[in-house]
């Protein structure tokens, strides 16, 4: 048999029951495996992210949690998994309560090797006939949304590039286009993959842009309110207009996971979200300056915030890319990257003036001019900064060389830039200092989020996500998981509890996603640990 095999779990408290099934079925010959056994329901649930079982086997009675539990938990959880009910005579009519749960069959006590041969075998046949179908269906699906996506692509690139974009409601449904307009918030989130253009022709790197994209659609955006679609400059555009969704989440994960299947280098900017439809364009340019900011700094993920939401344009010493750059730098304290880019601008402007020395003065003074501003915003002043007197304007035109010019001006860039790093990594510290805190006091309570901190501390959720990292180099979750499993350590020394039960003591209520963190947080499983501490 061709087909990958079909993944059996077996739960039952009985030893000689879980024994039976996983050594008297042939199950290769079933075109199936016996993945799994679990002695109860509770433990069946820890194990299922990490099994994956496509048919789970359970008995009905077991202790802490019995077998319809089990199901009604596996159907809410995964309801493609097929169960099969093992039950008495005297348990039947109570197992037929399964029938509302989605349970496949039932099989009698004491088993009979036929019989649940027979059973596995029908019920085998039925999971491959409905998936072929699925599959086929898939395939004329893809075949008609395929020229659908041509339009949707189009028109959500007008709508965050604010070109023309004139569509109506009704229109829009035609592209299978709809947001929810009394919610009314969107956010944009740009992520950046760089695949190797000496290692992939154009088509391929379409192909793999077309797999991220799809990646985050079926795994993350199957709301009919997100779209995922690439830019003109191949960046992937997430769209969110679902309060259900949490675009930093999904974009952290998304960023994480193409790092690592792609082998590439992978970017993300994140915008700030906005009130309505005629502001997307203001959240996707926030999240393509924090894109061009990551270039600057280094950083895998930027968040956009209220102090670098967008580049000021206006200034007199124009607007290129290369300035917009050197801007964003000074802004965000990249000392090295700041003075890397001015040299560039310096050199650039000079080479077209080279006979106008009044022009590059001109040119360096407005440089000062948007620092100047710069600093006055933090509340930091200018004169007393810098070797210069109070009218630099005077200081600059008194010099008569280039590269006097040059290095009066980078000097003042440097220092600059080293003075907003500092004053923003103090800012920082001293915020993350008193989060941190709170949650080492508060880690307990099952509803904490980045968003109910960030609430708490009248903060953007956005901008405490960034300095978090930044300050910590762990996200604001993983420093939550980090602590509750430690926890969770401390309490088992004192005192030995079960996993559902710790869970619920340090704020996680799922005991199977407690189980899968203790395990991603320590390195072993939540019972090695249990055995070793015994």
Not at 166 to 181: A, N, S, V
Not at 239 to 245: C, G, R
Request: net charge negative; aromatic share 10%; proline share 2%.
């Amino acid at each position: 048999m061709t087909d990958k095999p079909l993944k059996v779990m077996i739960v039952d408290d009985e030893s000689n029951t879980r024994d039976l099934l996983k050594l008297s079925i042939n199950w290769n010959e079933l075109g199936m495996e016996a993945v799994g056994d679990a002695t109860s329901g509770l433990e069946a649930l820890d194990m299922l992210d990490e099994l994956t079982p496509d048919i789970v086997i359970t008995d009905i009675q077991m202790p802490y949690m019995d077998g319809l539990t089990l199901s009604k938990n596996i159907k809410e959880r995964h309801p493609d998994i097929s169960i099969i009910i093992l039950t008495a005579h005297d348990e039947f009519a109570y197992a037929q309560n399964a029938v509302s749960i989605g349970v496949s069959d039932f099989i009698l006590k004491p088993i009979n090797k036929d019989t649940i041969y027979k059973v596995l075998s029908k019920l085998g046949s039925s999971i491959r006939t409905t998936r072929e179908r699925l599959g086929r269906l898939e395939l004329s699906h893809q075949y008609m949304q395929s020229n659908i996506m041509v339009f949707q692509n189009k028109v959500l690139n007008d709508l965050v590039l604010n070109r023309n974009f004139t569509f109506q409601p009704d229109e829009l449904k035609m592209m299978d286009i709809r947001f929810d307009t009394d919610y009314n918030l969107y956010q944009v989130s740009l992520i950046n993959v760089g695949i190797d253009k000496n290692k992939y022709t154009n088509l391929e790197r379409q192909m793999l842009l077309e797999n991220c994209r799809s990646y985050i659609m079926d795994l993350y955006f199957k709301s009919s309110l997100a779209y995922v679609f690439t830019d003109i400059q191949s960046n992937i555009v997430l769209l969110n207009n679902d309060k259900s969704i949490s675009l930093s989440d999904v974009s952290e994960h998304a960023s994480l996971y193409f790092r690592e299947h792609f082998s590439a280098s992978v970017s993300c900017g994140i915008g700030l979200e906005v009130h309505s439809l005629d502001n997307v364009c203001k959240s996707y340019r926030q999240a393509l300056n924090a894109l061009n900011l990551g270039y600057i700094t280094g950083e895998e993920i930027i968040y956009a915030d209220s102090q670098m939401s967008e580049v000021d344009n206006d200034t007199a010493f124009g607007h290129s890319s290369l300035t917009d750059n050197m801007k964003l730098a000074i802004k965000s304290g990249a000392t090295s990257k700041a003075l890397e880019i001015t040299r560039k601008v310096l050199y650039n402007y000079t080479r077209e003036n080279i006979n106008n020395l009044d022009a590059v003065k001109i040119f360096s003074i407005n440089m000062c001019n948007y620092i100047k501003e710069l600093l006055s915003e933090m509340k930091i002043p200018f004169a007393g900064t810098f070797s210069l007197s109070g009218d630099f304007l005077l200081d600059i035109f008194k010099l008569e060389k280039y590269a006097d010019i040059e290095i009066t001006i980078l000097d003042i860039i440097e220092k600059a830039a080293n003075i907003i790093s500092e004053a923003l990594n103090n800012k920082s510290k001293s915020i993350v200092d008193e989060i941190k805190k709170y949650i080492d006091e508060n880690y307990s309570d099952n509803n904490l989020t980045l968003k109910v901190v960030a609430d708490k501390f009248y903060i953007n959720s956005s901008y405490l996500s960034r300095i978090f990292k930044k300050s910590t180099g762990i996200t604001f979750s993983e420093y939550l998981t980090k602590i509750r499993i430690d926890n969770a350590k401390s309490i088992l020394k004192e005192q030995n509890f079960k996993a559902y039960q710790l869970a619920q003591m340090i704020g996680i209520p799922d005991p199977n996603y407690f189980v899968k963190c203790f395990k991603k947080v320590t390195g072993i499983s939540f019972a090695e640990y249990k055995l070793q501490k015994a």
